[in-house]
């Protein structure tokens, strides 16, 4: 029975399904489960295993599953690496997602996942399956929500930079929170030149000047800013997905530029803060609306190629950074 949201309350007899490219956020939804299952374990020392199935196949997690405990009572196992699984691991996985046992609680932990693949498919029709892959405007929402509890006030402009910064590396947010608040000691307002000063910045600005090397068909330089990323430690399918989020944002510019509205209104018409409207105008004057259209409809078949099976993702995104500065 397919479901949106990790559980408020644990049971037996349940299969979640947890997966998504916000690997930190499904962690995070892993440890409070964990944390639940162990509160309402009769004994927390064997209320929860994990079991890599890259390792052991499916089979010692089965026989685990499948044990009645000793105890009673409820217990949690987390399966961790589903997509190493061999086709009759597979199914023998199915089998047990339809019919679990009662006093179990099992989490399958997958990460990024190909959904168009039968048995994705299938894993999370049997079960309770809840992808973490928020949205630009939940991605947002969730800054804003991590900033409102820090207890750090921002100026307005401030907010805004700390949200372009972090909405597409959320799971960086709060170490640069509390690295911003010993840095702020006891002033009480973030300023943008406290962030400038303090705060690790994420690709975005990387993204802004990769934008700007391909739109003036700068090849080495576009090539080299990607490698720097990927140096980093970057996800490939996060980078892609920023680069066309701007080419978006520089499309719809124009758009509502030629319709000769207000900054104002054009800047909430694109989701931009107005403090960093004039950098996304000056990008949009480099490269034309056929120009962005053809780029963004080519990031999204390379975004369906990077999501598929056995890939060298990195390789992708470059051959793609080589076709757009053609």
């Given at each position: 029975?397919?479901?949106?949201?990790?559980?408020?309350?644990?049971?037996?007899?349940?299969?979640?399904?947890?997966?998504?490219?916000?690997?930190?956020?499904?962690?995070?939804?892993?440890?409070?489960?964990?944390?639940?299952?162990?509160?309402?374990?009769?004994?927390?020392?064997?209320?929860?295993?994990?079991?890599?199935?890259?390792?052991?196949?499916?089979?010692?997690?089965?026989?685990?599953?499948?044990?009645?405990?000793?105890?009673?009572?409820?217990?949690?196992?987390?399966?961790?690496?589903?997509?190493?699984?061999?086709?009759?691991?597979?199914?023998?996985?199915?089998?047990?997602?339809?019919?679990?046992?009662?006093?179990?609680?099992?989490?399958?932990?997958?990460?990024?996942?190909?959904?168009?693949?039968?048995?994705?498919?299938?894993?999370?029709?049997?079960?309770?399956?809840?992808?973490?892959?928020?949205?630009?405007?939940?991605?947002?929402?969730?800054?804003?929500?991590?900033?409102?509890?820090?207890?750090?006030?921002?100026?307005?402009?401030?907010?805004?930079?700390?949200?372009?910064?972090?909405?597409?590396?959320?799971?960086?947010?709060?170490?640069?929170?509390?690295?911003?608040?010993?840095?702020?000691?006891?002033?009480?307002?973030?300023?943008?030149?406290?962030?400038?000063?303090?705060?690790?910045?994420?690709?975005?600005?990387?993204?802004?000047?990769?934008?700007?090397?391909?739109?003036?068909?700068?090849?080495?330089?576009?090539?080299?800013?990607?490698?720097?990323?990927?140096?980093?430690?970057?996800?490939?399918?996060?980078?892609?997905?920023?680069?066309?989020?701007?080419?978006?944002?520089?499309?719809?510019?124009?758009?509502?530029?030629?319709?000769?509205?207000?900054?104002?209104?054009?800047?909430?018409?694109?989701?931009?803060?107005?403090?960093?409207?004039?950098?996304?105008?000056?990008?949009?004057?480099?490269?034309?609306?056929?120009?962005?259209?053809?780029?963004?409809?080519?990031?999204?078949?390379?975004?369906?190629?990077i999501k598929s099976a056995g890939v060298n993702e990195w390789h992708?995104?470059?051959?793609?950074?080589?076709?757009?500065?053609?």
């Amino acid at each position: 029975m397919p479901d949106n949201s990790p559980p408020k309350a644990v049971k037996g007899g349940e299969v979640y399904f947890f997966h998504g490219a916000e690997e930190h956020l499904l962690k995070n939804a892993v440890a409070d489960v964990k944390r639940l299952v162990l509160a309402a374990a009769e004994d927390p020392t064997t209320g929860w295993n994990v079991h890599d199935l890259a390792a052991t196949g499916v089979g010692s997690l089965l026989a685990d599953v499948r044990t009645v405990s000793f105890f009673g009572g409820l217990r949690g196992v987390l399966a961790i690496n589903p997509d190493k699984l061999e086709e009759n691991d597979q199914a023998e996985l199915m089998r047990y997602a339809e019919n679990p046992s009662p006093d179990v609680l099992l989490v399958v932990s997958a990460g990024k996942i190909d959904g168009r693949l039968k048995f994705w498919k299938d894993l999370s029709a049997k079960t309770r399956s809840v992808k973490f892959d928020p949205n630009e405007k939940e991605r947002r929402q969730i800054v804003a929500q991590k900033l409102k509890d820090s207890g750090i006030k921002f100026e307005p402009s401030a907010a805004a930079m700390m949200t372009e910064r972090f909405e597409n590396r959320i799971s960086f947010l709060d170490a640069e929170l509390d690295k911003l608040e010993t840095y702020l000691g006891t002033k009480k307002t973030a300023t943008i030149a406290d962030i400038s000063a303090c705060v690790n910045a994420p690709p975005m600005d990387s993204v802004f000047d990769l934008v700007d090397s391909i739109a003036l068909k700068q090849r080495g330089e576009s090539l080299e800013i990607l490698k720097s990323l990927m140096d980093n430690g970057e996800i490939p399918v996060m980078i892609l997905g920023m680069i066309a989020r701007q080419f978006r944002i520089l499309l719809l510019l124009r758009t509502f530029k030629a319709q000769n509205l207000p900054m104002n209104e054009i800047a909430k018409k694109c989701g931009v803060n107005t403090f960093f409207f004039p950098r996304y105008a000056e990008q949009a004057a480099k490269i034309n609306s056929e120009t962005l259209k053809k780029n963004i409809v080519c990031l999204s078949q390379a975004d369906l190629r990077i999501k598929s099976a056995g890939v060298n993702e990195w390789h992708i995104l470059e051959q793609e950074i080589i076709s757009l500065t053609r």
